[in-house]
């Protein structure tokens, strides 16, 4: 009897140790498992620092039901991205759009009316939803003038280009609220996710360079007008058209672009003209951390962004 209850004993002492030997060994496992998870998330920090996603969202408007050819239009989309700062400068240049599209005070006073009645509220959807009624204010009042055109406004940012700790956003927007023709815009803005700030063109500069900035780009507005054949006298076009160097920019794979509005340096029939100086063309002129390294291929915003934009 002795003998059995020994050997009982000792069967139960060896499963114990074995429980605590499974135990300790599946502890040590997930100590592992978390300590890896820990160190590949360090690495892919180390590799990619500025990892950047960005989502395109559409801000609701309540439209009337309407059929036929002459529907009113009206679409602001917005993006949102793991950068707070960018969604407020974006957020704001998508207002300064509307500002832009609907002068409603120079369009029509009685749509203007409906905007200055109400507080600007400090939350977008709330002022676009403004916006979208003072504009179907106007929209109401050419109908009750027996005009008949489709006005629209259209507002879209979109990521250009995500290269290492710059992000630029494409802010384009086009309206038409009756009239010979609409009218179209593109803005710029160029985020150092670095600095956690949108840069402007002379944060890009060297000091004293903006006179050499300046002098390339007007070779390349002067040779654009000759070859648009808009006259033959560079000085006499300016006299009508003056030169000015643009703060609408953005760094692209091949070099600084500066971008123009419509009307700014040339009649409607140019559009929106842009000019490109080669980054060869702006060493010492550009700051050397915004210029292209050698061994580095620009990135392309389809592959260096998570989301959709």
């Known amino acids: 009897m002795l003998r059995k209850n020994l050997s009982m004993t000792f069967s139960m002492s060896v499963l114990s140790v074995s429980l605590l030997l499974s135990a300790c060994q599946k502890q040590n496992d997930d100590t592992e498992k978390t300590v890896s998870a820990a160190q590949m998330t360090q ?131 086009d309206s038409f609220l009756g009239g010979a023709h609409g009218t179209e815009a593109q803005q710029y803005l160029v985020f150092d996710l670095k600095q956690k700030q949108q840069l402007k063109l002379s944060d890009l500069l060297l000091p004293n360079q903006k006179n050499q900035l300046t002098k390339l780009l007007h070779q390349q507005f002067a040779d654009w007008v000759i070859a648009q054949k808009l006259a033959t006298n560079i000085k006499e076009y300016e006299d009508a058209w003056p030169f000015k160097l643009s703060q609408n920019f953005y760094l692209s794979a091949d070099g600084l672009v500066l971008q123009y509005a419509e009307y700014e340096i040339g009649p409607y029939v140019v559009g929106m003209p842009s000019f490109t100086i080669p980054y060869e063309k702006l060493k010492g002129i550009v700051k050397s951390e915004y210029l292209p390294k050698p061994d580095t291929v620009a990135a392309t915003t389809a592959s260096a962004v998570k989301g959709t934009a």
Not at 95 to 105: G, Q, S
Not at 153 to 168: E, S, W, Y
């Open 43 to 173: 690495v892919k920090a180390i590799q990619n620092p500025y990892e950047f996603t960005a989502n395109l969202e559409n801000i609701p408007v309540q439209l009337p039901a309407c059929e036929g050819n002459n529907c009113p239009e009206f679409q602001v989309q917005r993006l949102k991205t793991n950068y707070d700062f960018i969604d407020r400068q974006v957020d704001a240049a998508i207002l300064a759009a509307l500002r832009d599209h609907l002068d409603l005070a120079a369009i029509n006073p009685a749509a203007s009316e409906v905007f200055a009645s109400s507080p600007e509220p400090s939350d977008l959807n709330q002022q676009v939803q403004q916006y979208a009624k003072a504009f179907l204010a106007l929209d109401q009042e050419l109908k009750n003038m027996n005009a008949n055109p489709q006005i629209s406004v259209h507002i879209q940012p979109k990521i250009l280009r995500k290269q290492d700790h710059l992000v630029t956003v494409q802010m384009n927007s």
